[in-house]
């Protein structure tokens, strides 16, 4: 798969944008007002098998329905467009794709839906639901091609049977079966795509490999695809649109790719054919691509089952009840190398060996057992990818992808100094005036990006361009740096407010759209001749003057925000204002917001739960009347998505990012409700599976467009949706400490925001996880936003699990008769939150060397960092979170601001919290 290929596809959705760069759930009313198509309808015949009521094409044996037994107006796969992508060209669930070559011979490709031809029925035996050849189907392919559905004891099955009835072995290099699920939201209102379409995601594990499809609602019941014996999930593969896919590729679907339809994929059994031809330049595939040989009268049978999960909850539960492996990594799959993670695995055939690839990346020793769990220590040593191969008894592989750190305090210091150093920008004589700026990085070309066609790339404003400062600001909030706190200072106070910002007059605090822009008249020499700037996305002055866009104000708010926690908590370390300044700056951002930006203020936007933490902390200071009047705006946009059934509207027609904050007001203003269907909405898009890329990666497909440097349809991996997710996660797991699978997907997009940052401190947008790259996007760009949601929930949580025992999620854990003691390792060490007793301690300054407790008491004790100089004492709050949990205090320090104020010194203090 060619860059060129995917970037035509991402040209066409950049030109169906509106002029603003805006897409609204305007443009959906107005698809859905169009006349349709008449489709003369297609026959099919119906069956029911176990949990399912499915119905198959009369013509071609594809699946045209698979529904739950007890929900016959709900349909897992395309049905309703049926008629529309009957024709040739339209994959379907029942299609085959095959690469193929004899000895000395090149590959050759065979597709089932290019051409179709009639299907010759076979005789159905015990258990058969349909047989047919599809050879005739196949394009001249050079074996005999059979498939069949069955129904194994109440299970529906998908088989292919490959019969080489040549004279000569040939080699199958390339075999995918087309997952065809209705994850397409084009023409659908929020509600109706909340309703009815499905997502899909991928545990690429080979022999122990699935995929999970739920429904945008996250209600249950989920689809589970699971491989018979022979059938690894060795690769994923998109399918591309036929009309920008290369000339002479066959495996594509005429459908259309782009925001609203994610596209579908292959599940892909044999890959060394793509690995030698489109994958050649990509970086190491996810497994080894492998193939298989076929001699003279050899044949192969591959195929899936489709199980029932009762929810998204219970899909472990369901895939050991189907005697399917089982990995459960604790904390996740991103391990930092002071970190000591686990791995438990249950499955039916006993462990032969466990391998780390490359060789010594990992190393995974075995710990005994737990309730039927097989329970490893894993620890990473080599930096980056790496992948366990779990051999069993039958000679199944399992695989488990990991993703190995520096020590997280490490990582933060890199991204600071990255950012300040090698994206610090202050060129004096830059027309645009953007001095001192912390600009978008290209990390390929080893440069800032001065000037790019999508201009607030370069801009400082929008995702993409405000992505770099607002995560050098953000790495300050808990490992604040004098040196560049003070570049940090110069940026907001010269640049920001001024030029970014409006300073004064009646948009005072309204935020522009960009400081860049492309106007030849004035600047007839400065932009690169050889790049187009004709599109949309090259704004005029006018355009990046624009201040209606309330989706830059988070950015903003957050520089500003972060400089008051600093100047109020840490001495002597901001400067050039003082607290007051900076937090009365983040009020009038809020308000401006309100006011020059109504329209994109109803929906939630991303890092706009930071407006919670400025609303507290304005009550916190005393300043009632300031209070009083966010209160009110922001209780006015809450009332709003109260009456929503699906409140998470955006400028998209999905989207991934508004969650986050419509949580944070429906938990402020009480609603629960609303914030339950919110946390539910989300765990439908983040899942939790054995693979550091996927697990806890909040959807998003189309933001490579808008902030990469290859714009490409195609599923990001750790974009910031990840990490903006894992906050109302996190919330909603210390109200309720019982919902396990919380904290696994939280802690999973959390970290999975870390693997953005390189041995460098260089931190990119989200990875390729189109298996033709493999690899990090070379642009900054919106990273910013997701190392935010890093920021604001890096913490330690210590668990009891029911299952697995004592464990940490971002610490070491060790247990002493009745003392269980944690050495936090997150990236900040402000917070804890010790599960047992529902209790949850944050800092705002000071730092937590390790903490220690009583089972039998409940007294907590915490052991902090000596003082330094911008930290002379530690500034702790208490919370319960848990109802009808007691309530913790400490008499050391005074009572201040709400939390306690605790002298440090040059040695460590240790601080006890009793429950009351």
């Known amino acids: 798969m060619s860059n060129s290929r995917l970037l035509s596809a991402a040209a066409l959705v950049l030109a169906s944008v509106t002029a603003t760069g805006l897409v609204t759930s305007a443009i959906a009313a107005q698809e859905q007002a169009k006349p349709k198509p008449v489709y003369k309808p297609i026959a099919t015949q119906p069956f029911s098998v176990g949990a399912f009521r499915i119905a198959l094409r009369s013509d071609t044996g594809t699946l045209a329905r698979l529904s739950p037994a007890a929900e016959a107006g709900f349909d897992y796969v395309p049905g309703g467009r049926e008629a529309e992508r009957q024709g040739d060209g339209y994959v379907h669930l029942g299609d085959l794709h095959l690469r193929l070559r004899s000895a000395g011979g090149e590959w050759q490709d065979y597709a089932s839906q290019r051409a179709r031809k009639p299907i010759r029925t076979l005789p159905a035996t015990a258990g058969t639901i349909a047989a047919a050849d599809i050879t005739a189907s196949m394009g001249g392919v050079p074996i005999t091609v059979e498939r069949r559905w069955v129904n194994v004891g109440g299970v529906l099955a998908l088989r292919f049977t490959l019969v080489n009835r040549s004279a000569s072995a040939i080699e199958v290099g390339g075999l995918g079966m087309p997952m065809v699920f209705d994850n397409i939201i084009t023409e659908r209102s929020l509600e109706q795509a909340h309703t009815q379409a499905s997502f899909v995601d991928p545990y690429i594990g080979r022999d122990a490999g699935y995929l999970q499809v739920t429904r945008l609602n996250g209600k249950g019941p989920a689809l589970l695809v699971v491989p018979e014996r022979g059938t690894p999930l060795e690769a994923y593969r998109p399918i591309l649109q036929d009309r920008h896919a290369p000339k002479g590729d066959i495996f594509t679907d005429k459908s259309d790719r782009g925001q609203t339809s994610e596209g579908f994929y292959d599940w892909t059994v044999a890959s060394k054919g793509f690995a030698e031809k489109e994958w050649k330049d990509a970086n190491e595939q996810w497994n080894a691509p492998t193939s298989f040989t076929l001699a003279p009268g050899a044949s192969r049978t591959v195929g899936v089952r489709f199980v029932q999960s009762p929810s998204i909850r219970a899909i472990e539960t369901t895939l050991t009840a189907n005697k399917r492996p089982v990995a459960v990594g604790i904390p996740g799959y991103v391990v930092p190398t002071d970190q000591e993670a686990s791995l438990f695995l249950n499955s039916a055939q006993a462990v032969s060996k466990v391998e780390s690839w490359p060789a010594g990346a990992l190393t995974a020793t075995a710990a005994g ?34 993703f190995v750190t520096k020590p997280l305090d490490q990582t933060m210091a890199d991204i600071g100094r990255f950012s300040t150093t090698k994206q610090w920008f202050d060129d004096k004589n830059d027309p645009f005036k953007r001095a001192p700026a912390i600009l978008t990085y290209d990390r390929d070309a080893g440069k800032i990006v001065t000037q790019e066609p999508r201009v607030w790339i370069a801009g400082m404003s929008d995702e993409g361009g405000g992505g770099a400062w607002v995560a050098a600001m953000m790495k300050q909030l808990d490992n604040p740096d004098a040196g560049e706190v003070a570049k940090l200072e110069r940026l907001v106070n010269e640049t920001v407010v001024g030029k970014l910002q409006v300073a004064d007059g009646p948009h005072a605090g309204a935020v522009r759209k960009s400081i860049f822009y492309y106007d030849p008249a004035e600047f007839p020499d400065y932009y690169d001749k050889s790049v187009n700037w004709k599109s949309w996305t090259s704004w005029s002055k006018k355009d990046a003057g624009d201040l209606g866009r309330a989706y830059n104000y988070p950015h903003v708010a957050i520089g500003h925000w972060v400089l008051y926690r600093l100047a109020r908590n840490h001495p002597g370390l901001v400067k050039t204002q003082t607290w007051r300044w900076y937090l009365d700056h983040a009020y009038k951002t809020t308000v401006a917001m309100m006011r020059d930006a109504p329209y994109y203020a109803e929906f939630g936007l991303m890092e706009g739960d930071v407006f919670v933490d400025i609303l507290k ?61 919110t946390r539910e909405v989300i765990l439908a898009y983040d899942p939790t599976i054995p693979h550091w890329g996927y697990n806890g990666n909040a959807r998003r497909y189309w933001d490579f467009l808008y902030g990469g440097k290859f714009p490409r349809i195609e599923r990001q991996i750790h974009h910031y949706g990840s990490t903006l997710n894992a906050v109302p996660l996190f919330d909603a797991y210390r109200q309720n400490p019982a919902d396990f699978h919380l904290l696994r997907v939280a802690y999973g997009g959390m970290m999975g925001g870390i693997t953005n940052i390189d041995q460098t401190g260089f931190s990119s947008a989200a990875f390729h996880s ?68 529902g209790v949850w301690l944050t800092l705002e300054s000071g730092k937590i060397a390790a903490a220690s407790y009583d089972v039998k008491t409940g007294a907590i004790t915490l052991t902090l960092d000596p003082a330094d100089a911008a930290t002379p004492a530690a500034r702790l709050f208490v919370e319960t979170t848990v109802a009808g949990a007691r309530r913790y205090a400490t008499d050391q320090g005074v009572e201040e601001r709400g939390g306690r104020t605790i002298p440090l010194s040059a040695q460590p203090t240790r601080v006890t919290l009793k429950a009351n």
Not at 375 to 382: A, V
Not at 773 to 778: A, G, V
């Open 770 to 837: 189109a298996p033709d790259m493999l690899k990090w996007d070379p642009y900054t760009g919106d990273y910013g936003m997701g190392f935010y949601g890093h920021a604001l929930t890096a913490a330690t949580y210590l668990v009891k699990d029911p299952t697995f025992g004592w464990l940490g999620f971002g610490g070491n854990v060790s247990q002493n008769a009745g003392t269980i003691s944690i050495a936090p390792k997150d990236g900040a060490r402000t917070r804890l939150f010790v599960a047992p007793a």
């Open 369 to 402: 057992s737990v309730k039927g769990w097989r329970r490893y220590t894993i620890r990473g040593r080599d930096f980056g990818r790496a992948r366990l191969s779990i051999t069993y008894a039958d000679g199944s592989v399992q695989t488990v992808s990991y």
């Open 617 to 677: 902390d304005l009550k916190r200071e005393g300043l009632t009347a300031e209070a009083a009047e966010m209160e009110r705006l922001m209780k006015g946009r809450a009332d709003h998505w109260k009456t929503l059934q699906y409140p998470f509207g955006s400028e998209m027609p999905w989207d991934s990012t508004g969650q986050a904050e419509v949580y944070a007001w429906m938990r402020y203003f009480g609603y629960q409700p609303q914030a339950d269907v």
